[in-house]
């Protein structure tokens, strides 16, 4: 009886399909002639399929890996794979699945940088204290209508340290304000609120902070009802509270801090310097768009 050509396309093998087969058993100890015989296929032909050029998706390949590589070294390995896919798909103008960027980084062992644990700091006893109005709803329609703040820590190897107080804007995570100084204290944070304000003079955000001693005091609150801004604070030892917060100060700190030693005041400041402009205006993110944080907030601020 005669197959008819459906069922005969059926159990049809690929040559392609055929000559995988034996690569793959060959390389396994079988002897190519035989495999050829077997499988019906000629041995000039699989040698023919073996040598052959790069394929098109090879070429594609090597052209995506030579910028990842590039890029690798431009951020000094900050960037983990699925931010690796955001910055190459805008390079190149394509659309690369984050899966087929993480196995070419795999394939020449690129890895990102680790994030170090947090240490956890207990509060001071609080002045002023206001309600967690946040509520973890970290999405803001526009720019200026929730700011998250907080300070951090940095050491010095001449024994010394630094705190850096800075205001993120949730509307496009940028950071709008910052200062470093050489001491945890209230004119820190207020410096750096003046900053905003003096850059964004009509924002009546809703400001967001843990309790630490210079948010919980009345000089500050004062400031905040000059400019209208509701005051929110995060619950007593819920750091997750200010998550975006905290998620850019491990951000800064395995990006920048951690990579290197500082010897000096200055040099950690023009570091900071530095990297907050990167990541403002060249740190693309995913849930931007795509974009960096400027890029972002001038795109909202159009619209």
């Known amino acids: 009886m005669r197959r008819d050509r459906k069922e005969v396309d059926k159990y ?10 034996i690569k793959e058993l060959h390389e396994l100890g079988y002897s190519i002639s035989e495999l050829c015989k077997c499988a019906e296929v000629g041995r000039a032909s699989y040698y023919k399929w073996l040598n052959r050029s790069a394929t098109e998706r090879d070429k594609e390949n090597k052209v995506i890996l030579d910028e990842i590589i590039k890029l690798y070294s431009e951020v000094k390995g900050i960037y983990g794979y699925r931010r690796i896919t955001l910055n190459i798909n805008r390079i190149l103008n ?3 699945n984050h899966k087929r960027i993480y196995r070419l980084m795999k394939s020449v062992k690129l890895t990102a ?24 709803e970290f999405v803001a329609d526009n720019p200026n209508e929730k700011w998250l703040t907080d300070v951090t820590e940095f050491k010095i190897t001449n024994g010394s340290k630094a705190y850096l107080s800075a205001i993120l804007d949730l509307g496009d995570n940028s950071i709008i304000s910052y200062v470093l100084g050489k001491s945890n204290n209230n004119k820190l944070v207020f410096d750096t609120l003046d900053k905003a304000v003096e850059a964004n003079p009509t924002a009546t955000p809703l400001f967001h ?6 948010y919980t005091c009345k000089t500050f609150k004062n400031k905040l009802n000059k400019i209208n801004a ?3 604070m995060s619950r007593v030892g819920r750091c997750i509270d200010n998550g975006p917060m905290e998620a850019f100060w491990g951000t800064l700190k395995s990006e920048m801090y951690y990579l290197r030693k500082f010897s000096s005041f200055e040099e950690l400041e023009q570091a900071i310097d530095e990297y907050i402009k990167f990541y ?12 960096a944080p400027i890029e ?3 795109h909202t601020l159009v619209a």
């Open 230 to 232: 509701v005051q929110s």
């Open 113 to 136: 940088v680790i994030r170090r644990r947090k240490k956890r700091y207990i509060q001071s006893t609080p002045q002023i204290t206001a309600e967690n109005i946040l509520n973890r």
């Open 296 to 298: 972002y907030r001038s």
């Open 94 to 96: 394509s659309k690369y």
């Open 12 to 21: 049809t093998v690929s040559s392609t399909n055929k000559y995988i087969a």
């Open 209 to 214: 902070s843990d309790r630490g001693f210079q």
């Open 280 to 291: 403002n205006t060249k740190r693309l993110q995913k849930k931007l768009k795509g974009m």
